[in-house]
């Protein structure tokens, strides 16, 4: 069974860039037609996609995020990670990774997801 972990800072301060990494075993982020997200939550608000790598190593970020957002993988690894870039305190949040196959959604299984406050 696939497990997931995200792993990263809890605590920035505006502007700064927040960098999460996700670590995956019991299988390959390269396995066929996988798919690997980020996800996150602001309090009182409904999870929201951030974007994903494709087994063939191809990123999407969402429209909203795109201009700041980048996701990444290491093979070696087995890892990926997000980098957010400018961080305001409306990027608040607990953060998940989560993976999907055979289509980027919906999602088979999740990290237990990490709090990230951005904060002066």
């Known amino acids: 069974q696939v497990q997931l972990q995200e792993s990263g800072p809890g605590l920035l301060k505006p502007s700064q860039t927040l960098s999460l990494t996700c670590t995956v075993s019991g299988d390959s982020i390269t396995a066929n037609n996988s798919y690997w997200s980020w996800i996150r939550q602001a309090p009182g608000k409904g999870l929201e996609w951030i974007g994903y790598?494709?087994?063939?190593?191809?990123?999407y970020k969402s429209p909203s995020l795109r201009s700041r957002a980048s996701i990444s993988r290491d093979t070696s690894s087995n890892q990926f990670t997000l980098q957010l870039r400018s961080v305001t305190p409306d990027d608040t949040g607990v953060y998940y990774c989560?993976?999907?196959?055979?289509?980027?959604?919906?999602?088979?299984?999740w990290g237990q997801g990490t709090q990230v406050t951005v904060s002066s």
């Open positions: 989560a993976t999907a196959n055979p289509n980027p959604t919906p999602f088979t299984s």
């Open positions: 790598m494709a087994y063939y190593n191809y990123d």
